[in-house]
């Protein structure tokens, strides 16, 4: 199994529709949880930290569900600048500062 | 400030030339790292250094080289460049107790011939 798990899409979505993205990770020790988002031909960028007791930025969700080893992210009122691909990371270890990350998941928002 | 900086942006190589990716950032980032982006593998960790003089491994450091003797600078070199080797190398650099937000440059793509 490999250590973080993603669907690689691409998810297709109307404007305005909501959409969910799960990935699962094989580390039980993992430690810290994100979702970095990535642009056709650019660089990741944080989207956001993934807490314990979940959390939420504008129109984004993330959730952490460490009895089951998976994180979420949802997206409502998706919008066209939405498109883009999304990368679950995940560090494993206290102290820890080396990233692991999924392959990502490709998001088209179509008008 | 700049943030994370590469150079060159793109390049091409033959088999058996080596060279030189460059990146500097100017946030006083004691965590530097590579990692390489492949279609269908995601990014992975080459090497990485948490401060100026110590660097170590990551999944992939077979055909590169680094070395940390300032902050700001991590450069990595490829010694013997290989097809195998035609990707797109991402830098990113982090400041410790920040949630390990990484600050990623905006990549070096190699391609060998």
């Known amino acids: 199994r490999k250590e973080v798990e993603q669907d690689p899409g691409p998810f297709n979505v109307p404007e305005g529709a909501t959409v969910a993205f799960n990935c699962t990770y094989s580390?039980?020790?993992?430690?810290?949880f994100f979702w970095y988002r990535q642009d056709c031909r650019k660089e990741p960028k944080l989207l956001m930290s993934v807490y314990s007791s979940g959390n939420e930025d504008g129109r984004f969700t993330a959730q952490l569900n460490r009895a089951s080893q998976y994180i979420s992210l949802l997206i409502r009122d998706s919008k066209l600048s939405d498109s883009a691909t999304y990368l679950c990371v995940v560090i494993s270890g206290a102290g820890s500062y080396q990233l692991t990350f999924g392959k990502g998941t490709k998001l088209s928002v179509i008008p | 400030n700049a943030g994370v900086t590469q150079t060159p942006k793109f390049q091409v190589l033959k088999t058996g030339q080596s060279m030189t990716l460059q990146c500097a950032q100017d946030?006083?980032?004691?965590?530097m790292s590579w990692y390489r982006q492949d279609p269908g593998m995601g990014l992975r960790l080459i090497h990485y250094?948490?401060?100026?003089?110590?660097?170590d491994q990551g999944e992939v450091p077979n055909g590169y080289n680094v070395s940390r003797s300032t902050t700001e600078d991590f450069p990595l070199r490829l010694l013997s460049a290989a097809p195998s080797q035609t990707s797109v190398y991402f830098c990113?650099?982090?400041?410790?107790?920040?949630?390990?937000?990484?600050?990623f440059g905006p990549g070096t793509r190699l391609t060998v011939l």
């Open positions: 990113a650099s982090s400041p410790f107790g920040r949630n390990n937000e990484q600050f």
């Open positions: 250094s948490v401060g100026a003089g110590i660097t």
């Open positions: 580390n039980s020790a993992s430690q810290s």
């Open positions: 946030m006083n980032h004691e965590y």
